[in-house]
């Protein structure tokens, strides 16, 4: 006899399990089937629904949702952003996310995204660039050294061949975390006393700093023929990383234009600065990198769709990995309409 399922019990990967799982896959396995998660679901684009993010800004920093569905599954990320925190012992970034059934809209799942969102930014940024960057790039340059750097290096090694990295921060002490952190990955790796000198010789330029302002961290003499500039820093009003005159030279890509052109580089740009979006170009619908001797950009926020991805990916691995806890989320009372007689029934056992 088939056991009936448990309907007040929702799965929930924590911290822990995460940390577990991503070691028992491998990290760099994990970025690379990641990756293909993010890029199946950016070729059926179309059928999600799309939102800007949904923003509560304040003086210390934003904390978001992110919502999204294809019609089957129904996923959304909360996420928070306060460069503050790093003063205080706290992250910058912390998030966790929910994946439901939309036929009853049951959660099936309820996950830590701290570690994952990290994990997602960087398969996200690598699989762009194995669209945009040149086939011979081998050497990146990454401009900010904090929670993101080292996912960054791993995802573009395993997806684009990246190994030879250009490190700077404004701490020194991040880059020589980031040096230790990559030892025995295959790197050679330099540390850097500017952000001018990291661009020298670099084929992806990697910006990802924290600062929550519009900060001028590549200017336009950094920028040579060939490059490919992945920026992933600027992520709200306000907040950005390169020169606007880097835009003007560039072919830029974006992920979902209504909410970039509101939060990404192109915030600095007129309404109708010309974009590509990447999932076309996954497609098939839109040309990526037509020369060598091109400047691609890709203009990265984050979007609801890779959080999605990055949820069905490990909801996909729990089966196989048992790393998660059964979470008693959902009332389940023995008829549904008798709510309150669970109350009832919970008193008699006190």
């Known amino acids: 006899m088939t056991p009936l399922p448990k309907l ?76 503050k925190n790093m003063r205080e012992g706290r992250q910058t970034v ?37 669209y945009l960057a040149r086939p011979d790039a081998r050497t990146m340059a990454i401009i900010g050294n904090g929670a993101q750097s080292e996912f960054q290096a791993i995802a573009f090694k395993a997806i684009c061949g990246i190994d030879r990295l250009r490190l700077f921060d404004i701490d020194r002490d991040a880059s020589e ?39 001028t961290i590549l200017t336009d003499n950094m920028v040579g023929p060939g490059v490919h500039i992945n920026a992933v820093g600027g992520d709200c009003p306000g907040k950005t990383e390169l020169h606007r005159d880097i835009l ?43 020369s060598p001797g091109d400047i691609t950009l890709f203009d990265s926020v984050g979007f609801a769709i890779e959080d999605f991805s990055a949820l069905r990916y490990v909801r996909d691995k729990l089966a196989e990995t048992g790393l998660f806890t059964e979470l008693d989320l959902l009332a389940d009372p023995d008829e549904p309409r008798d709510l309150y007689g669970m109350l009832l029934r919970c008193k008699a056992k006190l």
């Open 248 to 290: 003007q030279r560039s072919d830029v890509f974006v992920e979902y234009p209504p909410q970039t052109r509101i939060e990404g580089e192109i915030q600095q740009m007129p309404a109708d600065f010309p974009v590509r979006e990447v999932w076309q170009v996954m497609a098939g619908r839109a040309p990526g990198r037509r």
């Open 94 to 130: 912390t998030a966790f996310g929910v994946l439901a059934d939309v036929g009853n809209g049951y959660p099936m799942l309820l996950s830590e995204m701290t570690i994952l969102t990290a994990l997602r930014t960087a398969a996200t940024s690598a699989l762009v660039a194995k």
């Open 8 to 83: 007040n019990v929702v799965p929930f990967v924590s911290v822990d399990d995460m940390m577990k799982l991503v070691l028992r896959v491998g990290v760099e396995r994990f970025l690379t089937e990641l990756a293909a998660v993010i890029e199946e679901d950016f070729r059926r684009w179309e059928m999600f629904e799309k939102c800007p993010r949904i923003p509560s800004h304040s003086e210390e920093g934003v904390i978001e949702l992110m919502p999204t569905s294809d019609g089957t599954l129904y996923g959304f990320k909360y996420v928070n952003g306060h460069p």
């Open 177 to 215: 975390k980031c040096r230790r952190n990559l030892k025995g990955h295959g790197f050679e790796i330099t540390i850097c006393a500017s952000a001018e000198e990291a661009v020298e010789g670099a084929d992806i330029i990697t910006t990802v700093t924290a600062d929550k302002q519009c900060a």
